[in-house]
Structures are given as C-alpha cells and as structure tokens.
C-alpha cells in the first residue's frame, strides 16, 4: 500500500536549489507526532540542499547529484518556525512535515535560522498542492486529509487563493470546534479524539496563515528572487513578525513556563550526616 503522507515524489533533476548549508538535526516526533524514542534523538550534522521540495540530508557536500542522501525529507505541506522555547542550543528550528513528523535543526546563525524558515516555508507555499477529503471511518474516528505530495500547477494568484479559503475555512472551523465540546460523561476515546482534533486545526489555520502572508508579501513586492523576499522580512519595521515566522510550542518539554519545583524531603534521622567530632572515651584502668 502507498501513503500519500510518506511516500517521497521521485527528485526533479531540473529542479532549482534554493538553499544548502551545513544543519545539524534532531528528530524530535516520528509519524504522527509520537515521540522518538532517547536513543534515536541524538544531533547530528549534514550538508543539507533544499532542491524543489525535498530537504536531502548529505555527509558530503561535494556528491555530485545526491546519488545516495543520508535522508530525504519531503517540505510539502510542511511548516518551519523558530523554536525559542528549546534553550539547550542556540539558532534552532522546528520542521514539522505533512505526516507530522518534527524535527529540530540548528543552524550557526541567527540569520542562516531566519533564511532557512523562510525559504522552506515559501517552497512550501508556492508548491503544495490542495488536499483531498479525509478518509471515512465507521468508527466515527477523526482523520487527517490526505496531502499529497505532488507538485500543484497553479499559478502564483491562484495559489494565494486556495491558500486563503482553507485558512478562512480553518479559522471557522476552530471556532466551532471550541464551543462545541463533549459530553462530560463522554468515553476517553472521544476526548482524545477532541483534542487530535482541535490540535489539527491550530497548526493548519497557522501554516495557512504563515503561507498566505509570504505570498501576499512576495506579490506586492514582486520579489522573484528569495534573497529580496529576505531582505524584506528582516526590514526593521517589523516584516519578520507580520510574516507567520511565530514562535514554536513544539511539546511541554520545551515548554519555558514549566519550572521545576522545589520539594523538601524530611530525612530519616539515621540517614542524617553528623559533623560532630567524635572524642574516644578514656579507659579508666590506665594509670
């Protein structure tokens, strides 16, 4: 069986290269948001090049045409964003994909950070075509629709288009999402789909938001060249902020509000340490 959320379109030799670098990677979610185990979330550091809508992940960078990348990662229907909240490493990014995998990458500046979000959000923007109605259950279960991977064939108005009305569509639909909430007495099963759901929807209106705002910027512009988009969103007026680039909540682990707190244990009183210096009884048969 094929899955539109995994399968990876074959490379576009043509196609053009928008970004490479050096990134170092941290797979944070697999498929479906399921947290990578410890032992498969170490760094690691690869020559990246963002050719059409594929991230290829290399040890070389000077493999003439990727003929064996380390990794593929396939940025349609995908969002870039800065992850603040993880404090451990500097210049970090949150990637989350179509399936809705999440990955951290680390750059070496905060510029390099701010040109990858961009240039992946805009090749996502540009590219992703509309998706296909969610599968049908009996079970009355939530499903995600069905984004496929192939390049659309609309131009950059339509695009725009298309864009708006799944963001208007979304906002409506968190909306009524929120006032309608189950049954207090509801199964678990019907709670967790609740929040799967509602979960959806937030990240959709944002992705949609952030792609409908880089395109409209780059229309009003007319920015061909992405080094002139970026030039744009890093003016000082404010363009970076009003351009979708938000902060990431990416999981309660990098959550900056949840600080440790502070527990006092009272200590058995035999697992309490002395420092009273010990004085040898005199014997009192020595003369």
Excluded at 122 to 127: D, L
Aim: hydrophobic fraction near 30%.
């Amino acid at each position: 069986k094929s899955n539109p959320f995994v399968d990876i379109p074959a490379p576009d030799p043509d196609a053009p290269v928008y970004k490479q670098g050096i990134l170092c990677r941290k797979v944070h979610a697999d498929i479906d948001g399921k947290k990578t185990p410890w032992g498969k979330r170490s760094w690691k550091s690869f020559h990246a090049v963002l050719k059409g809508m594929l991230l290829f992940l290399l040890k070389d960078e000077y493999k003439t045409e990727f003929p064996f990348p380390e990794e593929v990662i396939s940025v349609h229907h995908s969002l870039a964003e800065r992850a603040n909240e993880y404090t451990k490493r500097p210049h970090v990014f949150r990637l989350q994909t179509a399936d809705w995998r999440v990955f951290l990458f680390q750059t070496q500046t905060p510029e390099e950070m701010n040109s990858w979000i961009t240039r992946i959000n805009v090749v996502s923007a540009m590219f992703s075509s509309p998706p296909f109605p969610a599968a049908v259950g009996s079970q009355r279960r939530f499903y995600r629709p069905i984004l496929p991977s192939t390049s659309c064939k609309l131009d950059l108005e339509e695009q725009l288009q298309s864009h708006e009305s799944l963001m208007d569509r979304f906002t409506d639909d968190l909306t009524e999402h929120q006032r309608n909430l189950p049954d207090s007495k509801s199964r678990t099963r019907e709670w967790e789909d609740y929040h799967q759901r509602g979960d959806y929807l937030r990240f959709e209106k944002l992705r949609y938001e952030t792609y409908v705002k880089l395109l409209a910027l780059r229309m009003e512009n007319a920015c061909e060249d992405l080094q002139a988009l970026e030039s744009r969103l890093t003016e000082p007026d404010g363009g970076q902020e009003s351009s979708g680039l938000k902060r990431s909540y990416s999981s309660p682990s990098l959550n900056p509000d949840s600080s440790p707190m502070a527990v006092k244990v009272k200590r058995n009183i035999s697992e309490r340490r002395t420092y009273r210096r010990i004085i040898p009884k005199r014997n009192k048969n020595l003369v």
